[in-house]
């Protein structure tokens, strides 16, 4: 049974800092994996896509990488800003046919000015 | 582009009432999943729809929960009874395709069950 780990469950850094978010998954058989933030009150927002084939995903500051044999993925957040305080989640898909996503429980990230 | 579209946003209800949550996908997209997001813990697929057809209900509790999406493009989700483990965020989302797709999501309906 695919299960999905993020450590740590809370963050707050100062403005500016350089970050990373580390997910862990048990089994490496995995398709793709997706990044999303969810701001307090709101749904989810996509942020990155990491395809199974791709060891790395670039969205402006943000860089998502990918390790299927140890089952590890990072998100790492550049220059930190206020803006970016939310709860982050990496959530993977196990299988082929079908699009279900197993979410980890999320980081809370909070940035202080 | 419009997105996922919820309603409603908030429902309070006490327990062993009934409940339904309504979800329009974005335009053109053939996949719409329900997920549930209890309080400090990620969401959890209940149930995934491809056009009009399920593709997957495996952790969907079928004696209280049912869902429908008869025309293959809205969907709703209704809970009867409601019990007060049920409380949580309902989430629609919606992909193009069947697959390990990128997904996108709604604000979420947020059920209290008191």
């Known amino acids: 049974k695919q299960e999905v780990t993020q450590i740590p469950a809370a963050l707050s850094v100062p403005e500016g800092e350089n970050l990373v978010l580390n997910c862990s998954f048990t089994?490496?058989?995995?398709?793709?994996l997706q990044w999303f933030r969810q701001d307090p009150g709101k749904g989810l927002t996509s942020l990155l896509l990491?395809?199974?084939?791709?060891r790395e995903q670039t969205s402006g500051r943000l860089n998502a990488s990918l390790d299927k044999s140890s089952g590890r993925s990072t998100l790492y957040i550049a220059a930190s800003q206020p803006g970016d305080s939310a709860t982050y989640l990496c959530?993977?898909?196990?299988?082929?046919?079908?699009?279900?996503?197993?979410f980890g429980q999320g980081t809370t990230l909070q940035v202080k000015p | 582009e419009a997105g996922v579209a919820q309603s409603p946003r908030y429902k309070i209800i006490e327990k062993r009432q009934s409940v339904a949550f309504w979800c329009n996908p974005i335009?053109?997209?053939?996949?719409l999943y329900w997920y549930q997001q209890i309080l400090g813990q990620g969401p959890k697929l209940l149930i995934q729809?491809?056009?009009?057809?399920?593709v997957d209900d495996s952790q969907l509790p079928k004696d209280r929960f049912s869902a429908e999406r008869l025309k293959g493009v809205d969907s709703t989700l209704k809970i009867q009874p409601a019990k007060l483990e049920d409380s949580a965020v309902y989430l629609c989302?919606?992909?193009w395709g069947q697959g390990p797709l990128e997904q996108y999501f709604g604000p979420g309906t947020r059920l209290t069950v008191t």
């Open positions: 989302a919606s992909s």
């Open positions: 089994d490496s058989a995995i398709y793709n």
């Open positions: 990491i395809q199974s084939s791709q």
């Open positions: 959530a993977v898909f196990s299988s082929s046919n079908t699009g279900k996503l197993i």
């Open positions: 335009s053109g997209h053939a996949t």
């Open positions: 729809f491809q056009n009009n057809g399920v």
